[in-house]
């Protein structure tokens, strides 16, 4: 069984920086995507950033330039480097995985930043 789960959320100040972590237990085979989502209570969840098992990566427009996804296969764990926040990227934030027509989801991690 699959499981996702993240840390490494807090309270950051404008202009700060935190690195999210995701560990992925259970076996992934083949082709998948790792992603970041976010969710502001009352709001849609969106898509932050995603990158696939081979390396390419894609980005929302409101933080392409600050946040970086990463991946070490060989440690399961998926990454999210944040630079350069703003109050507006407060939200939940949550690791998915999508692998051989599944959907997984971690539980989320608060990133709060403050002005």
């Known amino acids: 069984q699959v499981q996702l789960v993240e840390s490494g959320g807090g309270l950051v100040q404008a202009g700060g920086s935190l690195r999210l972590s995701c560990a992925v237990s259970?076996?992934?085979?083949?082709?998948?995507?790792m992603a970041w989502y976010r969710q502001v209570s009352g709001k849609q969840r969106e898509l932050v950033a995603v990158?696939?098992?081979?390396?390419?990566?894609n980005y929302a427009d409101p933080v392409k330039g600050r946040f970086t996804i990463s991946r070490d296969n060989a440690k399961n764990t998926v990454y999210l480097q944040m630079n350069s926040l703003k109050p507006e990227d407060t939200a939940v934030y949550y690791c998915?995985?999508?692998?051989?027509?599944?959907?997984?989801w971690g539980k989320g991690t608060l990133v709060t930043v403050s002005s």
């Open positions: 998915n995985l999508a692998s051989r027509g599944l959907t997984y």
């Open positions: 259970g076996s992934i085979f083949g082709s998948n995507l």
């Open positions: 990158q696939s098992n081979v390396g390419s990566t």
